[in-house]
């Protein structure tokens, strides 16, 4: 049974870990508090069953192969983090709009958002038709194929992404960028640019984690939404601003939530699940108030 949740918890802790990295790098980046995070995963997710799901079939799709409909959601996902970036965010930060009126704005992007795929699929829950779910033997946890391949393809990407900002030019440019936003303009590094290709990054982790959930429940308008607030928790428990923390706080995040269901008390109300795993985040920050991965910082 505790093998069982902790397969469960691996698996939830990487869908939380590859969607919080994305939310980690825009606000490491750019200091913005993103809201709509959340059902811009939705929307991930609805772009791929749309692609997917055969016309007769609703909401009524073009009926790509699954693993060209995730290649196109992806890049949709990017193309729509470069859009907000440059139509909506750049502009506001070239006015020299504040945090909490951005914050504000986010708020209401992501009602904008959940309401336009509301209105896209509808309130019912739909799935991708995948034939995954035989469970196998997976480094002694009984899992599905479907997680598995959830899980290598996660720790794949975030591994990738982490040699990328620690090696490549660009992923160090994003780092000083977080560090110290006026000494990285200073020593000539294109803020705009960097500032475009984190948001392209986060929306297409984003979308990936969106459809990541979307195969292990159904597709809803609501699911972005409701993950949302174990998101966040998994960026603050890691440090906020750092994705390698984001990475983590998501793993442990999620496995918590699982595992919390073998609790007599939350197992007949699994929706304490979520208190349990914010009640770890707590005590982590009592002790540690940065973060896992956090820096100190001096308040004056």
Do not use: C
Not at 4 to 22: E, P, Y
Not at 61 to 74: D, E, R
Not at 257 to 266: D, M, N, R
Request: proline letters at 3%; zero cysteines; aromatic letters at 6%.
């Amino acid at each position: 049974m505790f093998l069982d949740q902790l397969a469960n918890g691996i698996v939830l802790g990487t869908i939380i870990a590859i969607s919080a990295v994305g939310l980690s790098l825009i606000f490491g980046v750019t200091g913005l508090v993103n809201f709509a995070h959340g059902d811009l995963l939705t929307l991930g997710a609805v772009s791929a069953l749309v692609l997917t799901v055969p016309g007769d079939v609703d909401p009524g799709g073009i009926g790509l192969p699954f693993w060209l409909a995730v290649v196109l959601a992806i890049a949709l996902g990017g193309a729509v983090g470069a859009l907000l970036e440059r139509g909506l965010f750049r502009p506001l930060r070239d006015r020299e709009v504040g945090g909490i009126a951005l914050l504000i704005i986010t708020i209401g992007l992501a009602l904008v958002v959940r309401h336009v795929i509301l209105l896209w699929i509808g309130g019912e829950g739909f799935g991708y038709g995948l034939d995954l779910e035989r469970r196998q033997s997976f480094l002694g946890l009984d899992m599905t194929p479907r997680d598995v391949m959830i899980v290598l393809i996660s720790v794949s990407v975030m591994a990738a992404l982490g040699l990328f900002l620690l090696h490549s030019r660009t992923g160090k440019a994003m780092r000083a960028l977080a560090d110290n936003p006026d000494l990285a303009e200073a020593s000539g590094i294109d803020v705009n640019r960097v500032i475009l290709l984190t948001w392209i990054i986060g929306g297409s982790v984003g979308a990936l984690g969106g459809i990541f959930l979307g195969m292990t429940e159904q597709v809803r308008y609501t699911m972005g939404f409701n993950l949302l607030l174990l998101i966040f928790a998994a960026v603050i428990l890691g440090g906020i601003g750092t994705a390698f923390g984001a990475m983590i706080g998501g793993l442990i995040i999620g496995i918590v939530t699982q595992v919390s269901t073998l609790l007599p008390v939350i197992e007949t109300n699994t929706d304490l699940k979520l208190a349990v795993a914010l009640g770890i985040m707590i005590i982590v920050l009592l002790v540690r108030p940065q973060g896992i991965l956090g820096k100190k910082e001096r308040v004056s």
